[in-house]
């Protein structure tokens, strides 16, 4: 799942060296916490939170083939 995001992301922003996927799990569900760069933040937000919204529909895809449940968060510093 973090591969998944990865490949994503690091399409879509412009410093991907900045870009940090945190991987939390708890007892029935993985959150996946996004640091960005602040520049990229509203480029993967998206206009009207489309482009979020779209990945993670991705994540919960794989996740429902994986018998998984996963929660994917912004981070803001």
Known sequence: ??????????????H???LEINEVEETDLTTFELKLHPDD???????????????????QVKAVREHLRVRVILQEE
């Not at 993967?44 to 994540?59: T, Y």
């Open 16 to 18: 991907p060296e900045d």
């Open 41 to 59: 933040i509203g480029r993967v937000i998206g206009r009207g939170g489309n482009v979020i919204k779209a990945i993670r529909k991705l994540a």
């Open 1 to 14: 799942m973090k591969s998944l995001l990865e490949f994503i992301l690091l399409r879509m922003v412009e």
